[in-house]
């Protein structure tokens, strides 16, 4: 996979990613920890190299797919995004997404997000894609609303963030109303 929307692109994870995202995560932290429960003070080196490294085991189970958000023009660590949560036999699945703070404000989250929902309709059968915010992350539900997905309603002390309990906004999108804007493709290898 090598796809480009606005200079991002995505692609699964691999071992050499483990500093990235460290890096990105320690740079981050307030922004991650106040949107994604992981994200709490004590998650270090050790955290994010096990999750980076669990990432292949995951994908050949079937049970979460992961992607780094990549700058393409400077092959930068830029973020990350999944597709977890999978209901099968409904053909459901949830997504998520965070981008590095010293990267936010470009189009990455829209980019990376708009990519792995069309990975999971074009390459996982999926049918519908899930996106549940904090009611107060505008920021997320804006980028969720630039995909296509729709509001559906307010899930009641849905998340527990920072320690606290909050509503949340859940959005779905069907594959017909993926919002995908001029794709690029270039060979692999090219900046
Ligand atoms: C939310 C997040 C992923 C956005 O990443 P990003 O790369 O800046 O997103 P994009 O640049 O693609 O788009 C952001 C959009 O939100 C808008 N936005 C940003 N802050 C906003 C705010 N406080 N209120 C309303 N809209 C806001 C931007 O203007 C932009 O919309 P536009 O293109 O119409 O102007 C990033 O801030 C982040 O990682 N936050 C912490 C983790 C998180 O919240 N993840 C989502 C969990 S559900």
Redesign the pocket.
Known sequence: MNQYVKDFTIRPFGPEDINGHLAAVAA?RP??A???SWASPAYGPNESAAWVMSRTAAWAQASEYSFVVEHAPTRTFA?SCSINRIDWPHQVGNL????DSR?????????GAMLAARFAFANLGLRRVE????ED????I??AE?LGAVREGVLRQRLRLGGARKDAVLLSILPRELNEPAVERRPMGTA
């Open positions: 981050s922004q991650l106040a949107a994604l973020g998520t997404y965070w981008i990267w936010t404000g470009r189009g990455a989250a829209t980019a996106i549940l915010a904090a992350n505008a920021a997320s804006r980028v630039k």
